[in-house]
């Protein structure tokens, strides 16, 4: 990504990975899960650490980094259609 340092990219994919293992640990000790925070901060986490890689590239990563995003948005997704569900109009 122009305009972005390597520092500032490690910065990104620190906040990324902190994002992810947040998410990780609420779900281990959360008595209920929220499933539409979890697969938010997971993509998010995901999505800056996939900023990062566009500097300090790593391919298996960045593949592993898409596919995470793409898990997380039908769990945004599913979570979402279930609240619609949950709240007749």
Do not use: H
Not at 4 to 13: N, R, V
């Amino acid at each position: 990504m122009p305009g972005i340092s390597s520092f500032a990219a490690d910065i990104i994919g620190f906040v990324g990975s902190f994002c992810i293992v947040a998410a990780f640990a609420y779900s281990n000790m959360a008595k209920q899960l929220n499933l539409l925070l979890f697969n938010t901060v997971n993509f998010i986490g995901a999505a800056l650490l996939t900023v990062s890689l566009t500097v300090n590239f790593n391919l298996p990563t960045m593949v592993l980094e898409i596919v995470w995003m793409g898990i997380a948005l039908f769990g945004i997704a599913k979570a979402l259609k279930e609240r619609r569900i949950a709240k007749p109009a």
